[in-house]
Each structure stands twice: as C-alpha cells, then as structure tokens.
C-alpha cells in the first residue's frame, strides 16, 4: 500500500498570501488530521476529518482550514499568513475509530519571509 | 486537559547497548492510549509501540518495550540492542478514548536519542 502523501515537500511564501497543502491519505483511510510542528510549541493539532466533515479542531485562528473530499484527500489551507506559521505540517491518516494507529506523511515545510 | 512530559531533551547510547526514554502524562480519564512516535530526519512520524490504558500487560514490539505504571502516569520506552537506525526524536502521545470517534494525540516534547558506533 502507498503510504501517506504530502504535497509539496517544501513551500516559501510572503507574510500576507495564502497558502493550500495537499494530503492524499492510505487506501481506505477515512479520517485525516493534519498537525503543525515548531521548536518551540512541538507537535499541535489543527483539525481532524472523517468523511469530508471536521470532527475535531484544535486551538488555532480561522486563518486555518481545511477540508476532506470524497476520496478522502484533505486539503490545508492557511490565510493571511504570519511569520509564526513558518513550521513542518504533518498530515496523518488512519481508519478512525479509536486505537487506529495514525500513519504520517512526510511532512510540508513552509517557511513564510 | 491532558499534557504529556518528556522531562529527557536529549540521550545518547552506544550501539548494542540498552537505553530507556522517560514520559509522564496528566489526566483525569481513565480510559486511552499511550503510544511512542519516532520522526528520524526523513521527517516522518513512524508510530514505534502502543498501549491500551486498561491492559497491565506492557507491550512489546521486537526490541522496543515499554513500562506502564498506570497509577505514577508513566510510560518509559525501553529499547534493547540499539541500532544506529534508531537514531532520531522520540516522542510519547496520549489519546482520550471515545466512543467510535477518534481524538487527538497529544505529544510531549520529544527526545533527541542518538545511538553510537
């Protein structure tokens, strides 16, 4: 099975554009969450989706959203961005019940000048 | 709400030699689950071992193990026979059980292991 797939690898954007991250989750996945990692806050969680609803959200600014379609690819996308959204985004596919362990993909660098 | 420490930010090991990682939670349920992720410079989370709260047995997995003390909220990460591919950031997480659904892993720190030759 191919594994979790982030798109792109890295990204450089301006303070004030927007931005889109793309997931594409394991075959037969159905949830997606999507997590921000920074040296200083460490690993947070944004959102969750499960059959193109948001189940789960973190503590972040409506500058951040998402959304899940059909085929379960999730989409992140980050308005307005600030200096402080520089990070490592994690995306995270799993069956999403319960002890279903959470598969990672590699992650989009983005770094905001 | 529920945190998760790692209080070690840093260890090292010499090849074939023992090591044990450190990781305390708080929280008020009584049912979840502790796992301990690995992210080596690929940057990719690879999930390394996992616990059910409600099983005393601790788990296992080839050379990781782990030591749950369900009433201190501890779970350490022991790994035998360290390998130079083990070198990377460990992190511990916590998951409230629900019903069905699935929650939010919440994750310590980190820590940086580096294994010698």
């Known amino acids: 099975k191919a594994g979790v797939t982030q798109t792109p690898r890295y990204l450089i954007k301006t303070r004030g554009q927007q931005v889109t991250l793309s997931c594409s989750p394991i075959?037969?996945?159905?949830?997606v969450s999507w997590y921000q990692q920074t040296p200083g806050q460490g690993l947070q969680f944004l959102f969750e989706?499960?059959?193109?609803?948001?189940?789960n959200k973190g503590n972040f600014p409506g500058r951040f959203s998402g959304r899940q379609f059909s085929n379960s690819r999730s989409e992140m996308n980050v308005s307005t961005l600030e200096l402080g959204d520089s990070a490592l985004y994690l995306c995270?596919?799993?069956?999403?019940?319960?002890?279903?362990?959470?598969?990672f993909g590699n992650g989009t660098r983005l770094t905001v000048t | 709400a529920q945190t998760v420490t790692q209080s070690q930010p840093e260890m090292s090991v010499q090849e074939a030699e023992t090591v044990t990682l450190s990781c305390t939670y708080d929280t008020s349920e009584s049912n979840y689950y502790l796992f301990w992720y690995k992210q080596p410079p690929s940057r990719q989370m690879i999930l390394v071992i996992r616990q059910e709260a409600y099983k005393q047995q601790n788990a296992t997995e080839n050379r990781f193990s782990v030591n749950f003390q369900k009433a201190a909220k501890s779970f350490s990460l022991k790994i035998s026979d360290s390998q130079l591919g083990d070198t990377a950031m460990y992190f511990c997480?916590?998951?409230?059980?629900?019903?069905?659904?699935?929650?939010?892993?919440?994750f310590g720190k980190g820590t940086k292991l580096t294994v010698n030759p």
């Open positions: 075959s037969g996945h159905r949830s």
């Open positions: 995270a596919s799993s069956l999403g019940d319960s002890f279903s362990p959470l598969h």
């Open positions: 997480a916590f998951m409230k059980q629900t019903q069905g659904g699935s929650e939010k892993l919440v």
């Open positions: 989706y499960f059959s193109e609803t948001q189940r």
